[in-house]
């Protein structure tokens, strides 16, 4: 009886919100940022993120989504924290988390429209929809719950690092 009560809470664990440390892309880039677009991002601002409400499934606030694309910035030399010697702030809009109702492996399609702004000119300099794929497998999280969280977590981090890729072949 305890065993079965012990399967059917894992089961139905909490929903737990994708964490900034494991949708930061910390993976660098096979050369080192061009001179031209070294520290040239001052500013990051998302929007389209949804807090996750633990009866529920996992989901992506803003705020964390913010918060691991500035990590990932910094750690690949785009990023300046010092917004008014940049040339350029980044805008992220979240425009849907894809997750599947259920099933035993969990594929999330993350979709993100990336914006980057001259700050002088306040025009357009690139624009790009970014579309990823993650999926977590049933033998690497028995729950649901965590494997959803861990799929989101996985589509967002190579949703960053498409746009890494993105801005290293960025010519101003």
């Not at 305890?2 to 900034?20: D, E, F, K, N, Q």
């Not at 080192?32 to 807090?51: A, D, F, N, Q």
């Not at 949703?159 to 890494?164: D, E, P, R, V």
Request: with cysteine; aromatic share 8%; glycine share 6%.
């Amino acid at each position: 009886m305890t065993s079965l009560l012990l399967m059917a809470g894992l089961l139905v664990a909490c929903a737990g919100p994708a964490r900034i440390e494991q949708m930061a892309a910390h993976d660098k880039l096979s050369k080192p940022v061009s001179e031209e677009l070294k520290g040239s991002i001052g500013r990051v601002e998302v929007t389209g993120g949804m807090e996750t409400n633990p009866l529920w499934a996992s989901k992506v606030s803003s705020d964390a989504f913010q918060r691991a694309l500035e990590e990932s910035l910094k750690a690949n030399g785009f990023f300046n924290p010092h917004f008014s010697s940049s040339q350029y702030e980044l805008t992220a809009d979240l425009l849907g988390l894809d997750q599947p109702a259920f099933g035993l492996d969990f594929t999330v399609r993350s979709n993100v429209r990336y914006s980057l702004i001259n700050k002088k000119t306040r025009k357009v300099a690139l624009t790009k929809v970014i579309s990823s794929n993650h999926t977590t497998k049933f033998s690497e999280a028995f729950a649901a719950a965590q494997r959803m969280q861990l799929a989101n977590e996985g589509a967002i981090k190579a949703n960053i690092f498409q746009l890494i890729q993105e801005l290293d072949q960025f010519k101003p």
